[in-house]
Antibody, heavy 125, light 115 residues
Framework: QLQLHESGPGLVMPSETLSLTCSVS????????GTWVRQSPGKGLEWLGY???????YYNPSLKSRVSMSVDTSKNQFSLKLTSVSAADTAIYFC???????????????????WGQGTRVTVSS | EIVMTQTPLSLPVTPGESASISCRSS????????????LDWYLQKPGQSPQLLIY?????ASGVTDRISGSGSGSGTDFTLRITRVEADDVGVYYC?????????FGQGTRLEIK
C-alpha cells in the first residue's frame, strides 16, 4: 500500500528556511509527480507546486522565488524548501503523489492520488 | 490564477438524504486539446489528509462509493458533486480543485455535517 510521510522541523524561526522531506513507501516516485499542498490554520488548501521524477518542476507564483523542490529517486524521496519564512507560512504541510498524463505539449501533472498525513510547521521566534 | 468558488460553505444533511455541492471556476476548465475537464473533488475527513473522490470531472477514484458522483454543466465552469443516501462517514470538508491551468487552485471547501 502506497504511503507518504513528511518529516522535518515543526518549528522554524522567522526569516529562516523551512525544509521538509517526503518519503514514499509501498510504491515508487519514478514516473510520478511529487507535489506539496499546505493548509493554514482554519483555512483551505494551497497548492505549492510539483517536482517530476526527472527533476522538472513548477512552483506557485504566489510564493515568488522563495520555494524550491528536489527529488532523490534513489531514496524514493522528494523535498521542499521555503526560504525567508514568516508567520504567514505557519501551516500543515502535505506531500502527495500525482500521476502524469501525456499532452500535445508533453507530460503534465495529472490528479493527486495519494497524500501524506501532513506535518505541522509553526513559524515563530 | 483561476479562482474556484464553492457553495454552500456549510451543508447540514439528514442521514439518508441527498446532498449537492456546487463549484464554479473563474474560467473554463475544458481542455481544447482533448475535450476533457480537469476538475477533481477531494474529501478531508476530520483529522485526516484529503482523499481523492472524483478526477477529471466525473471519474470515481478507486474504492469510492457509487453514491458519490461528479458532473458539469457543459460550460466548463460549473460543477456539482452529488452524494446520495448520506451516511455519518461522509462527514468532512469537500474541496474542488482545478488543474486545467497551473497553478492548481482549490475551492474554499464545503463542510458537510449530519443533522
Amino acid at each position: 500500500q502506497l504511503q507518504l510521510h513528511e518529516s522535518g522541523p515543526g518549528l522554524v524561526m522567522p526569516s529562516e528556511t523551512l525544509s521538509l522531506t517526503c518519503s514514499v513507501s509501498g510504491g515508487s516516485i519514478n514516473t510520478y509527480y511529487g507535489t506539496w499542498v499546505r493548509q493554514s490554520p482554519g483555512k483551505g488548501l494551497e497548492w505549492l507546486g510539483y517536482i517530476y521524477y526527472n527533476g522538472n518542476s513548477y512552483y506557485n507564483p504566489s510564493l515568488k522565488s522563495r520555494v524550491s523542490m528536489s527529488v532523490d529517486t534513489s531514496k524514493n524521496q522528494f523535498s521542499l524548501k521555503l526560504t525567508s519564512v514568516s508567520a504567514a507560512d505557519t501551516a500543515i504541510y502535505f506531500c502527495a503523489r500525482a500521476t502524469s498524463r501525456f499532452t500535445l505539449s508533453g507530460v503534465v501533472m495529472d490528479f493527486i492520488e495519494s497524500w501524506g498525513q501532513g506535518t505541522r510547521v509553526t513559524v515563530s521566534s | 490564477e483561476i479562482v474556484m468558488t464553492q457553495t454552500p460553505l456549510s451543508l447540514p444533511v439528514t442521514p439518508g438524504e441527498s446532498a449537492s455541492i456546487s463549484c464554479r471556476s473563474s474560467q473554463s476548465l475544458l481542455s481544447r486539446d482533448d475535450g476533457n475537464t480537469y476538475l477533481d473533488w477531494y474529501l478531508q475527513k476530520p483529522g485526516q489528509s484529503p482523499q481523492l473522490l472524483i478526477y477529471m470531472l466525473s471519474y470515481r477514484a478507486s474504492g469510492v462509493t457509487d453514491r458519490i458522483s461528479g458532473s458539469g454543466s457543459g460550460s466548463g465552469t460549473d460543477f456539482t458533486l452529488r452524494i446520495t443516501r448520506v451516511e455519518a462517514d461522509d462527514v468532512g470538508v469537500y474541496y474542488c480543485m482545478q488543474r486545467a491551468v497551473f497553478p492548481c487552485t482549490f475551492g474554499q471547501g464545503t463542510r458537510l455535517e449530519i443533522k
